[in-house]
């Protein structure tokens, strides 16, 4: 064979490796980053209120989730959202998570601090029988995801 020949069938060859790979992926696919390694984690969540379901603030606010900071540095919550399963969001403001430290997030209203944080719902945002809390950054990246009850 000829090297003419030869560049011919390798560069054929190459082409058709090309179109073959581009085939083998559907059109639709779409390549999604993976969301960053993140030190911030759910803790303990508190979804059935103790007691009666009376709507009062108290019995509202004894219904929380807690969001961990395990890592050493701190992590600002600005913009990172948490939801339920019927995607009632709670989004935080500026909120500095410093290393090993936690903030609860209760659902009624009150003054928000360093440690507890509110979401100033008149009504409770947890299901008791079976719900999924989804804790994502400020890049819609999902961080964190804790259920319960029968799936």
């Given at each position: 064979m000829s090297p003419r020949t030869i560049t011919r069938v390798a560069?054929?060859?190459?082409?058709?490796?090309?179109?073959a790979a581009a085939a083998a992926v559907p059109a639709s696919a779409t390549v999604h980053p993976a969301a960053p390694r993140s030190p911030?984690?759910?803790?303990?969540?508190?979804?059935?209120?103790?007691?009666?379901d009376d709507h009062s603030q108290k019995s509202l606010n004894a219904e929380?989730?807690?969001?961990?900071?395990?890592g050493r540095g701190t992590v600002n919550l600005k913009d990172w959202t948490l939801t339920d399963r019927a995607h009632q969001t709670y989004?935080?403001?500026?909120?500095?998570?410093?290393?090993?430290?936690?903030?609860?997030?209760?659902?009624?209203?009150?003054?928000?601090?360093g440690r507890?944080?509110?979401?100033?719902?008149?009504?409770?945002a947890w299901d008791n029988s079976r719900d999924t809390a989804t804790l994502r950054d400020n890049h819609k990246h999902t961080i964190a995801t804790k259920s319960w009850g029968r799936r």
């Open positions: 560069a054929l060859a190459l082409a058709a490796s090309g179109l911030i984690v759910l803790g303990a969540i508190q979804y059935d209120s103790p007691g009666r929380w989730v807690t969001v961990t900071n395990t989004t935080f403001h500026n909120l500095r998570l410093a290393g090993h430290q936690s903030v609860r997030v209760h659902t009624g209203k009150a003054r928000d601090t507890d944080v509110y979401q100033n719902r008149r009504d409770y």
